[in-house]
């Protein structure tokens, strides 16, 4: 389905905060929640920079205005841009309920190349969720599995939760990449919760 899951909102909405990022890049914004989150705070006084998605079904972008929410909206695979953006950079890039849609090596391969050319990757994966084509739309089927430790050679940090409509179990995941300046803006998770970002039953160990 193009939506997803609450549980991270408010917690994601917190990090962007904190980086303040010049630049975004929103891999399968489906509806385009998080182009709404960015939207709420440059509202609230929030500068962020330039905010792009890539949508692979074109009738999203009609249906869902993603020209509306983004300030650039480029229809395609995202699994390609590996092979036609060599030189592409980004402060923040999001991809929300978006990696079991791949195949697991093209996922890895695009969490390779983000890697290089990011500061941060912040992802939301659900773990053992079953799901189909909707509504016509085949690139909605899960059709890999992500569990923590795919991860670990990125040194990521995060943690899970539960959705509640569903049940399924649902990861929060955060990668510095190489951009990232450890001196001045490197931020894990796991570091979060004394500052009050992650608070209550989401607060990570």
Known sequence: MPVSAPVFDQHIAALIQRMAPDSVLDIGPGAGKYGRIVGQLRAAGLAVGSLTAVEIDPSYIEQFRLA???DFVQQGDA?????VSPDAFWDLVILGDVLEHFRKSRGVDLIDYLYYRTKYIVLV??????????????????ISTWYP????RYKASGFSSVAPSTGNEIQLVLI???RADPAADFIFARDLAASGVFAGPFAPA
């Not at 994966?125 to 899960?142: K, L, R, S």
């Open 68 to 70: 509306e929410l983004y």
């Open 79 to 83: 699994c390609l841009l590996p092979d």
């Open 125 to 142: 994966v659900p773990i053992d969720y079953p799901q189909g084509a909707w509504q016509g739309h085949a690139a909605e089927a899960h």
């Open 149 to 152: 430790a795919d991860f670990a």
């Open 176 to 178: 510095n990449g190489l």
